[in-house]
Structure formats: C-alpha cells, structure tokens
C-alpha cells in the first residue's frame, strides 16, 4: 500500500532484545517488523500480535518496526544474511517487493495461502500485488505477499464550506474545478497538498486517469506493452496539474507546504479539499472536530489509483514459518477485519463486516465496489525501485517553473525504460 510520511510511532510494548540473543535455546522467538504502527492498520496488527500471544504463550515475540530503505533488494549484505525477520510487511509493486522475489529473498505463500483459505479470502484483485513471475513483475506468478487491508486515493472535504457557498459534490473535472474557482474568488484557496515531500506523483496519477485505460495501466506497471510518456495521459495528467497550480488551486507559495502541514490545513478547515489517501482517513475521524466532512473520488472517470496494501511477507530464511503463517491467519481473521474498518480503515473482507461507525461502513463500501468493478489502478511508483523520488522531484521543478511539462516527462521517463531494458 502508498504510505508517505508515517510517524514510527509504537502501539504495543514488546521486549526488543539484542540480535545475538534472540534465540535460546528454552525458547522460540517470533520476530515482525512492520511499517503500520500507527492508525487502523497499526490497530489491527496490535490486536493480532495480542492474539498471537495468547496462541503461542511460550514464544517471545519481538516486535521491530523499519522504514524502506532497510529493505532495499539491493543490499546483498542484509537479503543473505541469517538474520531476518519472521514476517515484514514490505511496500510493493515490481520496483520493490519484485526485487525481494528476484533476489530469492522471499517465501512462496502459494501453497499455504491455498491450504490455510488466504485465497478464499482475498479477491483476485487484491491477491494480484502479492503475485510475482521470475523476473519478479507484479501481477502473475506465485503468491510472495498477503494483503491485509486496501488503499485507495480521493478528495475529502470540508461539508460546512461546501453549503455555505452552495456547492454540490461534483459529477466531473470541470465541476471540481468550477468549485475550486469559487473558493478562489471568495479568497480560499481550494485544495492543499504536500508539495516538500508528500503525494505529487499521486495527484499526477489522478489526473492522468481522466485518459488513461487498464490497457495503459497494465502496460505502466506490468511491462506488457509500451508506454509512450508523451502520450494522451501522461501529457494531459502533468499538463492539467501545472494549469491547476498555476491558477492557484494550492494556494500562493505550495513549494513551502510539507506533508504534515497540507494536512493539518484540512483539519483546521483552512483549505475545503484534500486530495489524499484513504490511510488518513482514521486520522482524520479522530482529529477532525469543529466541522462535517466527507469523502468523495475525483469525478468523472473510471480509473482510481489505489490497490490491496500493506501485505505481509515471509523470508526465504525464516526461522518460524509457522508461526508467521499464524500470524498472517489472525491479522486476516474477522475480528481483527472489524476491527481495522472501525478505525477507519479498509478490511479485505469490507461488506460482509458488521461495520458501526457510519463513515467506515460507506468506506468500505466504496472500496468493495471498486474492487468489483475493476477500477483500481494501483500507484504511479511502484514499477521502479526509486520512481516516486524522480516523479516528484521532477513535479517540483515543474511547479518552480523550471522545467516543461515536455522535459519533465523526458526525465520521468528515464529510469523506467532503463529498468525495462534490464527485463529483456
């Protein structure tokens, strides 16, 4: 799943105890590191790992939690060493997990998945991003990774400015944009967003959408056919996307706002839009206070950007397979589903959940649908290890009026045909 800017936070107190006594001989250890600490998946994990725990009362667990760049394939040194986590949860996609699977570094979870009802679980579409061939390109080939929950991208706003200024939520690009011309107007700048170090690449992607089919999609991140960079959806997305800055849609000086910042001007109800991903929206439904919101996809287009996420993998060199697999049973099992959509999070089983909390209930909903309807398209950076840092370093430059949309595009587009060239 597309998690930017997650604060290490932990939920759970666990005893971490040095590498080298980590196994003893009295007693087995189970260790996980994971990313979601924080917010409904990180909810869900908590319980699961208490689960654990009262499954297995004579396993130490250990609890770590890395970002990314621990994980990289490229670092022989960690992938071939004996010391590895039982179970992590990896970000995906052929630039990243792909790498693992090429490596060997990874588990094959086809039989087990089919064994323990994973499968029977996970519709096809979300089982897809855990799915691998040799060369390690998503979307085929053996199960490396489970997905736990789903993500998706969509524009939350503010109800209480919408009303006042008589607006509706919009059916297509042009009403979202007649609706962010009269906040302007009255002097709000419409939407916000973290420029520093936050979702270009994604905002790029939601726009490009508007012409892009799945033929595009599957070509972008499955390498099954060309993708011209310069084609309709690339240029319609990147150029849309600097006519929406410099009309002022985010605000006089967007170059300044970071990730943090663009969300707490939503939760201040200083901007009405945010176009962000649903991984904020149990965030939101605890800070949010002093006014209604909503949610709602950018209108008008089939295509969504969004997948199943934080999927949970297994090292070829676990010690405790067993109990991984354990592991990876309760985090998908119905209580701890519940438990996540409550939060405001997406559950993998969505519908068939006695959802409470109304919001969460229409969340999930919404992701089943699309889901059933065929409509994610999963992340623009995941086809290439490092491709949302060119995507959004590029992006600002683009803003800063440094470069075209045409030589943008020709930057972008640099990394992804060399790593294509390397899966001849």
């Known amino acids: 799943m597309k998690q930017k800017c997650i604060a290490f936070v932990l939920l759970v107190v666990l005893i971490v105890l040095p590498a080298q006594t980590r196994a003893t001989?009295?007693?087995?250890?189970?260790?996980i590191t994971y990313r979601s600490s924080t917010g409904p998946a990180g909810t869900s994990f908590a319980y699961a790992l208490d689960q654990f725990q009262a499954l297995h009362p004579d396993v130490r667990v250990e609890f770590t939690q890395e970002p990314d760049a621990q994980w990289r394939a490229e670092d022989q040194q960690f992938i071939e060493s004996d010391d590895v986590p039982d179970i992590f949860e990896p970000n995906l996609g052929t630039g990243l997990l792909g790498t693992y699977v090429r490596a060997?570094?990874?588990?094959?979870?086809?039989?087990?998945?089919?064994?323990?009802?994973?499968?029977?679980?996970?519709?096809?579409?979300?089982?897809?991003?855990?799915?691998?061939?040799?060369?390690?390109?998503?979307?085929?080939?053996?199960?490396?990774?489970?997905?736990?929950t789903g993500s998706f991208m969509g524009v939350y706003y503010n109800k209480n400015l919408f009303a006042q200024y008589g607006l509706d939520v919009p059916t297509s690009l042009e009403e979202f944009e007649q609706i962010a011309d009269v906040f302007l107007a009255a002097g709000i700048t419409p939407l916000t967003l973290g420029v520093v170090?936050?979702?270009?690449?994604?905002?790029?992607?939601e726009l490009m959408l508007y012409e892009a089919d799945r033929a595009f999609v599957t070509n972008l991140q499955m390498f099954q056919g060309e993708v011209n960079f310069h084609g309709h959806d690339f240029t319609f997305g990147i150029e849309k996307l600097a006519e929406h800055f410099s009309r002022g849609y985010y605000g006089p000086d967007p170059l300044s706002v970071n990730y943090s910042a663009a969300n707490d001007a939503f939760i201040q109800g200083q901007v009405p839009m945010i176009l962000q991903g649903t991984w904020e929206f149990g965030p939101f439904m605890d800070q949010i206070r002093d006014f209604e919101w909503g949610f709602f996809l950018m209108p008008g287009k089939k295509l969504v950007t969004g997948s199943?996420?934080?999927?949970?993998?297994?090292?070829?060199?676990?010690?405790?397979?067993?109990?991984?697999y354990d592991f990876i049973d309760l985090a998908l099992s119905p209580d701890a589903q519940l438990m996540l959509a409550n939060a405001g999070g997406i559950s993998v089983a969505g519908s068939l959940l006695p959802i409470e909390n109304e919001k969460a209930r229409e969340l999930n909903d919404l992701f089943t649908r699309l889901v059933a309807e065929d409509r994610l398209?999963?992340?623009?950076?995941?086809?290439?290890?490092?491709?949302?840092?060119?995507?959004?370093?590029?992006?600002?430059?683009?803003?800063?009026?440094?470069?075209?949309?045409i030589a943008a595009l020709n930057r972008i587009r640099e990394p992804y045909i060399a790593f294509k060239d390397t899966l001849q």
């Open 25 to 31: 001989a009295q007693q087995r250890v189970f260790w």
């Open 197 to 205: 170090d936050g979702l270009l690449d994604l905002n790029l992607y």
């Open 308 to 324: 199943g996420g934080n999927v949970l993998a297994v090292p070829e060199k676990a010690k405790n397979k067993d109990l991984a």
């Open 104 to 148: 060997g570094f990874l588990t094959d979870l086809t039989p087990i998945a089919s064994q323990r009802g994973w499968t029977g679980i996970l519709n096809p579409t979300l089982q897809l991003i855990g799915r691998y061939d040799e060369q390690g390109i998503m979307g085929s080939g053996n199960l490396y990774g489970v997905a736990t």
């Open 377 to 405: 398209a999963y992340w623009i950076d995941w086809p290439v290890l490092g491709f949302g840092w060119t995507l959004n370093s590029n992006l600002r430059e683009l803003i800063a009026g440094n470069l075209t949309p």
